[in-house]
């Protein structure tokens, strides 16, 4: 969390394909928060929460030149066993490279490898971000690093390039690989449902390329999202896939950070009309 309103800095590949994802502080905190800015490139991402605390505990993100070799650092990351508490490991600089396509410097740390523990801070005897922790996947595709290698992200590109880009919305996801995990034939025809109607955001009509949202929720399973960009005619047309896994779910649209009053269904092969009316900002 790198400002206190609820910014969120982590790193991108593992956050699947919705505009939200689930978060969870040191100090216990749970939500949800918006995707404002994602580059699976760099496997890196920024997330502002929804409904926010008054105001969180925060990490500076320090703008100071990659650590020095041999300098000590306090590793955090999270994992699912341990619940709100972080995990904390010694961390040293062992090397140090640099991406020239990017200009992106990494440096490799002397540190446990664990699963999970992507996206950790690596944290400076001041309490500073200096690094945040890469995923395996991530340099190898780089060509950077080897199996079991422990590397990160420096600090002073985060915070001069990368977050200011990502703040100005910016999102590249990577096509996730093919694989036969939903437990439908993948030689069938999928199913879809078509929602269709008026939108209105404050009142009024939405502004060109506004994007509205369908939530797909069903108790015990993950949700579903999808989205739709909207013309300035304040009309929407939304044809989504269907999967039996989420049969008769209930169906919430959002636009920016708004929910809308309206709920439906998800049903396999319906047309439903359904008018969507959202808060103003």
């Given at each position: 969390?790198?400002?206190s309103s609820g910014?969120?800095?982590?790193?991108?590949?593992?956050?699947?394909?919705?505009?939200?994802?689930?978060?969870?502080?040191?100090?216990?905190?749970?939500?949800?928060?918006?995707?404002?800015?994602?580059?699976?490139?760099?496997?890196?991402?920024?997330?502002?929460?929804?409904?926010?605390?008054?105001?969180?505990?925060?990490?500076?993100?320090?703008?100071?030149?990659?650590?020095?070799?041999?300098?000590?650092?306090?590793?955090?990351?999270?994992?699912?066993?341990?619940?709100?508490?972080?995990?904390?490991?010694?961390?040293?600089?062992?090397?140090?490279?640099?991406?020239?396509?990017?200009?992106?410097?990494?440096?490799?740390?002397?540190?446990?490898?664990?699963?999970?523990?992507?996206?950790?801070?690596?944290?400076?005897?001041?309490?500073?971000?200096?690094?945040?922790?890469?995923?395996?996947?991530?340099?190898?595709?780089?060509?950077?690093?080897?199996?079991?290698?422990t590397w990160a992200?420096?600090?002073?590109?985060?915070?001069?390039?990368?977050?200011?880009?990502?703040?100005?919305?910016?999102?590249?996801?990577?096509?996730?690989?093919?694989?036969?995990?939903?437990?439908?034939?993948?030689?069938?025809?999928?199913?879809?449902?078509?929602?269709?109607?008026?939108?209105?955001?404050?009142?009024?009509?939405?502004?060109?390329?506004?994007?509205?949202?369908?939530?797909?929720?069903?108790?015990?399973?993950?949700?579903?999202?999808?989205?739709?960009?909207?013309?300035?005619?304040?009309?929407?047309?939304?044809?989504?896939?269907?999967?039996?896994?989420?049969?008769?779910?209930?169906?919430?649209?959002?636009?920016?950070?708004?929910?809308?009053?309206?709920?439906?269904?998800?049903?396999?092969?319906?047309?439903?009309?359904?008018?969507?009316?959202?808060?103003?900002?």
């Amino acid at each position: 969390m790198i400002e206190s309103s609820g910014l969120i800095l982590t790193t991108s590949i593992n956050l699947g394909g919705a505009p939200v994802a689930d978060f969870l502080t040191a100090e216990g905190a749970v939500g949800q928060a918006w995707v404002i800015g994602r580059d699976d490139r760099m496997d890196v991402a920024l997330l502002q929460v929804i409904d926010p605390h008054p105001e969180y505990a925060t990490i500076e993100v320090a703008s100071l030149p990659p650590p020095r070799l041999d300098e000590d650092f306090a590793a955090l990351f999270f994992l699912a066993e341990t619940g709100t508490k972080p995990n904390i490991r010694n961390a040293r600089v062992i090397g140090a490279v640099q991406d020239l396509s990017t200009g992106t410097r990494y440096f490799q740390i002397q540190a446990i490898s664990e699963t999970g523990a992507e996206g950790g801070a690596l944290i400076d005897t001041d309490g500073r971000l200096r690094g945040l922790r890469m995923t395996e996947a991530q340099m190898l595709k780089l060509g950077f690093g080897r199996a079991g290698e422990t590397w990160a992200m420096s600090s002073d590109v985060l915070i001069n390039v990368i977050v200011p880009d990502l703040q100005t919305g910016v999102v590249e996801i990577l096509p996730l690989s093919s694989s036969a995990t939903s437990g439908e034939d993948p030689g069938a025809p999928p199913g879809f449902v078509i929602y269709s109607g008026t939108v209105t955001i404050g009142g009024e009509v939405p502004s060109q390329q506004s994007r509205i949202y369908a939530r797909v929720i069903k108790s015990g399973l993950p949700d579903l999202w999808f989205s739709q960009p909207l013309d300035t005619s304040g009309e929407y047309v939304m044809v989504i896939n269907y999967r039996k896994t989420h049969a008769k779910a209930t169906v919430e649209f959002w636009a920016g950070m708004k929910r809308a009053t309206q709920v439906t269904s998800y049903l396999p092969f319906d047309h439903i009309e359904v008018s969507l009316t959202f808060a103003g900002e």
